[in-house]
C-alpha cells in the first residue's frame, strides 16, 4: 500500500512553466499581453483553426459562443447530460433552453440517435461533450446540424488531442471551447481558448470577454491614434493573463509527451483490470483519437458486490482518491425543481452516472503510483469476491473490453 494520498488530477508542471511565470512576474505584465498572443497562436496551430481566443475559462468560453451566435430567449440547445454542470449553466446564462438528449450506454457519448428525437423548431444550437476525450459521433451529429439548420458548439474540455476521422475536435462546428482547468489535459490553472474558422465570432468573443471594449470600433470615428476605445456592448471579464498563459505555452509544448504518458497508464490499467468484475472504457474506435483525459470504470453493486460510493470509500483509505465524472444532469436539484427534469428520463446517462469512478490518470504519476492503483483497485474487487465465495461471479466482467468496432455500426444504418 502507498504511504502517501494520491491526489485526483494533478498537473505535471516543469521547470519552463515556473521560468515563465518568473518572467512574466518580472517583465510587470501580468495581464493580457503578449504571451497570451502567443499562446493563442501555438493552440490555433496545434488544433490545425485558423482562430483562436484565451480565455479565463472554458465556462466562459461556451457562455460566449453562444452568446455569439444570437441565441435568443426560449431557443433550445441540445446537449448531454453526461456533463460537467457549466455546459448546461453556460446555456442557461445565454438565455437558452437546455434540452438533453441521452447517451449511447456504451461510449457515454451523446447519442445521435437520441439527438433527433429532441430537435424542435425551437432548436437552434447543437452542444455535443467529448466525454472522457473520446470523440462524439461527428458525421451523424453534422449531418442533423445541416439537415436542420443548426449550429454546433463543442465543448473539448476533455478532447485537447482528439481526433475524429482525421480531423481535430473543435472544429467540426462553428465553434469549439477548451479548458485548461488543473485537471485538464493542459493546464494554466484556470483558463480556457475557443477556436473556430470564422473570424468575426471570434473577434465578437474577444470583445465580450473584455467588457464589450472595442478600440477597432472606434476606428470609424477617425481617433487614428487609438486613445479611446468604445463599448459595442455590455460585456464580461473573461480575458486570460500573461500569467496563465505562460504555463499554457509550454503545457502546450508537452501535450502530445503527456498524452503518450497517460496511453500507457490508460493500457497498464486497461489490461491490469481486465479480469474484474466491472466495466472498463469502451475501446478506442479506428480512425478517432481519443484524448485519453478519464479512466472510468464502472462499478455496480451487482456485478462487483459493492457500490460505485463504497468502492470510492474504499481507494480513499488505501491513499488512492478517485472521483465522479458525473453523476447525470438531472440528478442536481436546481434542474429537477427549473425544468421538472428526472433522472430516470434518461436512463443511460442515470446509470453510467450512478456506476461511473475515475481512476486517477496523470502525466505526473510514477510506475509505482500507477501500481497502486491498480493493487487498490484489484485488492478491494478481489476482496469482495472472496468473501462472496462459493458463489458464483456475476457476469459483466469487463464488459466494456468485450465490444467490438462493429457494434458502433448502428450509427451509419439509416435511424
Ligand atoms: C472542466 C469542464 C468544463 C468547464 O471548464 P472550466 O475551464 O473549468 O470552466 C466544461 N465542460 C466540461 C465537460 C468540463 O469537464
Known sequence: ???????????????????????????????????????????????????????????????????????KPGDEVITTPMTFCATVN????????????????????????????????????LLPVHYAGRACEMDPICALA???????????????????????A??????????????????????GMVISSDQKLIARIRELALHGMSRDAWKRFEDSDK??????????KYNMMDLQAAI???????????????????????????DLPITLPAPVVSDTRHAYHLFTIQVGEAEAGIDRDEFIRRMKKRLVSASVHYRSIPEFEYYQHRFGWRPQQWRNAMNIGRR?????LSPRMSDADVESVIEATREILLGVRAA???????????????????DYAWVHDGD
Open 1 to 71: 500500500m502507498r504511504d502517501d494520498l494520491l491526489v485526483f488530477g494533478t498537473p505535471k508542471i516543469e521547470q519552463e512553466e515556473i521560468d515563465e511565470v518568473v518572467d512574466t512576474l518580472r517583465s510587470g505584465w501580468l495581464g493580457t499581453g503578449p504571451k497570451v498572443g502567443r499562446f493563442e497562436s501555438a493552440f490555433a496551430a496545434y488544433k490545425e483553426a485558423p482562430y483562436a481566443a484565451a480565455l479565463n475559462s472554458c465556462s466562459a468560453g461556451l457562455h460566449l459562443s453562444l452568446l455569439v451566435l444570437d441565441l
Open 90 to 125: 453556460a446555456i442557461i446564462h445565454a438565455g437558452g433552453t437546455p434540452v438533453l438528449a441521452d447517451v449511447d450506454p456504451v461510449t457515454g457519448n451523446i447519442d445521435p440517435r437520441h439527438i433527433r428525437h429532441c430537435i424542435t423548431e425551437r432548436t437552434k444550437v
Open 146 to 168: 445541416a439537415e436542420h439548420g443548426l449550429r454546433i458548439v463543442e465543448d473539448c474540455a476533455h478532447a485537447i488531442e482528439t481526433e475524429y476521422r482525421g480531423r481535430k
Open 170 to 191: 473543435g472544429t467540426f462546428g462553428d465553434i469549439g471551447a477548451f479548458s485548461f482547468y488543473v485537471t485538464k489535459n493542459v493546464a494554466t490553472g484556470e483558463g
Open 227 to 236: 486613445i479611446h476605445y468604445t463599448i459595442t456592448e455590455p460585456g464580461f
Open 248 to 274: 499554457g505555452i509550454h503545457q502546450l509544448a508537452r501535450v502530445e509527451k503527456n498524452w503518450l504518458r497517460r496511453a500507457q497508464i490508460w493500457a497498464a490499467y486497461s489490461r491490469e483490470l481486465a
Open 356 to 360: 461511473t469512478v475515475s481512476l486517477p
Open 388 to 406: 462472496r465465495l462459493p458463489l458464483p461471479i456475476a457476469a459483466g466482467s469487463g464488459a466494456g473490453a468485450r465490444i467490438e468496432q462493429g
